[in-house]
């Protein structure tokens, strides 16, 4: 059976061990709830990747807004561009 349709032995029982109790309205189901299992995990590393870029980015004020908040309050700390 293997080789008439060109797999081999392992990747039979690999797949028997997985799919041999079930119907196949259930192997059906099975495969989407696997396809939209990696559809979410891929969002979540996208989500992840953006949050992590957005922590990296340093905003630099414009000349005089952040010394005009600490004014009163101490020194300037922030390198003002301009």
């Known amino acids: 059976m293997c080789r008439k349709h060109g797999i081999s032995e392992a990747a039979f029982y690999k797949w028997k ?32 990747l953006d949050i992590a870029v957005l ?4 905003v630099i004020p414009e000349k005089g807004d952040a010394c005009r908040q600490t004014a009163g309050r101490g020194s300037c700390t922030v390198r003002c561009m301009g």
């Open 17 to 48: 061990a997985k799919f041999g109790g079930l119907e196949v309205s259930d192997a059906k189901r099975l495969k989407a709830l696997e396809d939209e299992n990696g559809k979410l995990k891929k969002l979540l590393a996208e989500a992840i």
């Open 55 to 58: 922590k990296d980015i340093t």
